[in-house]
């Protein structure tokens, strides 16, 4: 796991703002640009990427940007998301608890079978019918046929990417790829924030922006967020053949000038909030980013608003 000071951050930004978000940029980038090598150079024998990364990683973002950079090379990519593979709520009895409470993040809820049916006939170039899931509706519906030429590449990408139950029977014709945040921010005292903290700001913002969720919600939420991921995700990251760590250098300094004066304000109100207090402090601590600053392509733009990408 990487390792970032707060001194050397507001350092780099009093120094050379423009040219420190180019550098942090660039080296997510360079990730990114690694697994796109090697599905050019692994060729029509692995055809899949397979893509997985816990709530807020960003992970949205990369399939877009390796599609974007494949594509600049010649390679017709598609993206799949795993998430149009849920059963409908009368099919999805297996992901019940002991007292019958749906459990939303479990395997349970994929079509498995029609899943990997499916990955094998894209793999060999066979015509599929894709499915789409109406989350309103909480039912399939019909989606659009994909059929996958030779020399293209497909992306699929989910929570349960790496999950052997799920997705097992793909690894002789898959990359598998696991993007999350795995940078700790040490503060100017010492302390160090988790890398979850920073996914944790980052729905935080987005939950806002594009759900009406206020922050003391998305709190609320956290220990539920981080049992699942627990349970269905970090066990199966060691997988992965290709790790990208998501976390940009500007982006906690962005985060000061959005959220700083809403996690004080709820400080008074919420019983738990010295759980945070580290991330409260750190952000007290940055010099803050304009989001003006922050180019349209930046993986934080998924966050925040205002990407060229659509979501």
Known sequence: MRKAQITDINRQLKS???????????????????????????????????????????????????????????????????????????????????????????????????????????????????????FKLQKRIKGSVLKRKHGEVVIFEGIHALNPEVTGASHDIANFVYVSVRTRIETQDGDYLHPSMIRLMRRIIRDRQFRGRNPVDTINAFDSVERGENRYIMPYKNIAEF??????????????????????????????????????????????????????????REFVGGSCYKY
């Open 16 to 134: 050379d703002e423009k040219g420190f978000i180019k550098s942090c940029d660039k080296k997510y980038f360079s990730q990114v640009k690694a697994v796109c090598d090697a599905a050019l150079k692994r060729g029509d024998s692995v055809p899949l990427i397979l893509l997985l990364g816990p709530s807020g990683s960003g992970k949205t973002t990369t399939a877009l940007k390796i599609e974007e950079y494949l594509d600049s090379k010649g390679l017709s990519t598609h993206t799949i998301s795993m998430d149009d593979y849920f059963l409908p709520i009368d099919l999805s009895h297996k992901a019940c608890d002991e007292k019958g409470k749906l459990d939303y993040e479990s395997p349970d809820r994929l079509d498995i079978p029609l899943l990997n049916e499916q990955m094998h006939k894209i793999a060999n170039c066979e015509e599929v019918e894709l499915p789409e899931f109406d």
């Open 243 to 300: 790790n990208i760590d998501s976390f940009l250098g500007y982006e906690l300094p962005l985060y000061k000038t959005m959220l700083l004066d809403r996690i004080q304000s709820i400080a008074s109100e919420y019983k738990d909030i010295n759980r945070f207090e580290t991330l409260k402090t750190a952000l007290e601590q940055l010099q803050g980013v304009d989001i003006n600053s922050v180019p349209d392509n930046s993986l934080i």
